[in-house]
């Protein structure tokens, strides 16, 4: 099964699509989404070690610029949401993360509970997905999914505490 993207490794040129499209991790054949989490995780292991305060501000500048950097995406592209579009990902990967504890099985845990809701998308998720447009439109279903992964491994750490 092959991405049915629009985006085309000619498009890493250009900055903004570079970013958008996850350093081209968004151009896999097959599970762009995937590719742009593993990103996501690559960024976590690179800010997890800096102040929470630090994690925090970080995680909300992606969140925020992710609005207008996916929305120029998809104009430029042509296609709202294009599977190549990751930076959403990035993005719901860092939320499910915050104020977590580090290492591996928190990690991976994150990784595989954010994937999930992101493709699920279970009330409300997928009902802003398909109702909220633009670059907005794109980022609302991933930072949810990563509250809802963040909020279920916050349990977890709490039930085992």
Same mark, same amino acid.
């Given at each position: 099964?092959?991405?049915?993207?629009?985006? @085309?490794? &000619?498009?890493? @040129?250009? !900055?903004? +699509?570079?970013?958008?499209? $996850?350093?081209?991790? /968004?151009?896999? @054949?097959?599970? !762009?989404? &995937?590719?742009?989490?593993?990103?996501?995780? *690559?960024?976590? +292991?690179?800010?997890?070690?800096?102040?929470?305060?630090? #994690?925090?501000?970080? &995680?909300?500048? #992606?969140? %925020?610029? $992710?609005?207008?950097?996916? $929305?120029?995406?998809?104009?430029?592209?042509? %296609?709202?949401?294009?599977?190549?579009? #990751? =930076?959403?990902?990035?993005?719901?990967?860092? %939320? &499910?993360?915050?104020?977590?504890? *580090?290492? =591996?099985?928190?990690?991976?845990? *994150?990784?595989?509970?954010?994937?999930?809701?992101?493709?699920?998308? !279970? =009330?409300?998720? /997928?009902?802003?997905?398909?109702?909220?447009?633009?670059?907005?439109?794109?980022? %609302?279903?991933?930072?949810?999914? *990563?509250?809802?992964?963040?909020?279920?491994?916050?349990?977890? @750490?709490?039930?085992?505490?």
């Amino acid at each position: 099964m092959s991405n049915p993207s629009a985006a @085309r490794p &000619t498009h890493l @040129r250009d !900055p903004l +699509l570079l970013l958008a499209l $996850g350093f081209g991790s /968004g151009l896999a @054949r097959r599970g !762009p989404g &995937t590719a742009g989490t593993v990103v996501g995780v *690559g960024l976590y +292991l690179l800010i997890a070690p800096l102040p929470v305060a630090a #994690v925090v501000a970080l &995680t909300v500048v #992606v969140a %925020v610029a $992710g609005i207008p950097l996916c $929305g120029y995406a998809a104009r430029r592209l042509r %296609v709202h949401d294009d599977p190549a579009i #990751v =930076w959403d990902e990035i993005a719901g990967y860092l %939320v &499910t993360m915050l104020l977590l504890p *580090g290492g =591996w099985p928190w990690v991976i845990a *994150g990784f595989v509970l954010f994937r999930l809701f992101d493709i699920a998308k !279970p =009330w409300p998720i /997928g009902w802003l997905d398909r109702r909220v447009s633009g670059g907005t439109g794109i980022m %609302v279903d991933d930072i949810l999914a *990563g509250a809802f992964a963040c909020l279920v491994l916050h349990l977890v @750490r709490l039930a085992i505490a």
